[in-house]
């Protein structure tokens, strides 16, 4: 079995799986599969944490709301991650929920809150955004799962690159970009290490577009003839740079 069979449940877990082992969900996700979509001894899921692989596995109930995952075998071997990161102003509750779903399934590598002049959003629920991230990669097969970093201000960010991460390659969303055409710039640039900056709701300020074009290692992209929404951009971003620069 090389691709996800969606006939099956998904489930991320946070234990170790190997053959001939077996996994115990948290109290939640044993209710959840027992009492929710009624499953019973010796009924079958795939399950995966991020770093192992997906493995079919056997429910073993051991109570009326516990129960232990038996595997059976590796049905799926670990995958390695592309190397997009995912840098953006973080929006409110229902769009970011949606943006975050969205880039997991695009297959970045990591997510970065980024803060900036014009961010609306004052307090960060990561917790929320790690939900998202484990649901999304559930549904769609995912097998690498994102880590989420902790929010950092822009000029913080920018400051840092060259001694953090300084052979990736920022690529940052500009509706001031004199061409509408993404595709000509993107396809002069080599192949590597890569991260995809999208603004708040109301634009990067003047200063930070001055900052970010005065930067090396910084190239700015349109996003075609209209001004998009900021969750709409980052699917938009994403799927340009994945289809010419990533794994696509």
């Known amino acids: ?47 995966f944490n991020g770093s192992d692989g997906e493995w079919l596995a056997e429910v073993r109930p051991t109570g009326r709301r516990d129960c232990r995952l038996h595997l059976v075998e590796c049905v799926r071997p670990q995958t390695t991650p592309g190397d997009v990161d995912w840098l953006f102003a973080p929006l409110k509750h229902a769009r970011l929920d949606y943006m975050v779903q969205k880039a997991v399934e695009m297959g970045v590598a990591r997510i970065r809150p980024v803060i900036t002049r014009h961010t609306q959003v004052g307090r960060i629920n990561l917790e929320r955004m790690e939900a998202n991230v484990i649901e999304a990669a559930e549904q769609c097969g995912v097998l690498s799962v994102p880590p989420i970093c902790e929010p950092v201000d822009l000029d913080r960010l920018l400051d840092a690159w060259i001694a953090t991460d300084p052979d990736r390659r920022l690529l940052f969303c500009d509706e001031h970009e004199e061409t509408s055409n993404p595709l000509a710039i993107l396809a002069g640039l080599p192949r590597g290490p890569l991260a995809v900056l999208i603004g708040p709701e109301g634009g990067f300020s003047r200063e930070e577009r001055a900052i970010l074009r005065s930067k090396s290692f910084v190239t700015a992209i349109p996003l075609g003839p209209r001004i998009l929404r900021a969750d709409t951009a980052a699917v938009a971003a994403l799927t340009v740079v994945q289809a010419t620069l990533g794994d696509w």
């Not at 489930?11 to 959840?32: C, H, I, K, M």
């Open 1 to 47: 079995m090389s691709r996800y069979d969606f006939r099956l449940q998904r489930l991320f877990v946070r234990t170790a799986l190997r053959d001939g082992g077996e996994s115990e969900p948290t109290r939640e996700q044993s209710n959840y599969l027992l009492n929710v979509l009624r499953m019973g001894e010796g009924d079958r899921l795939l399950l």
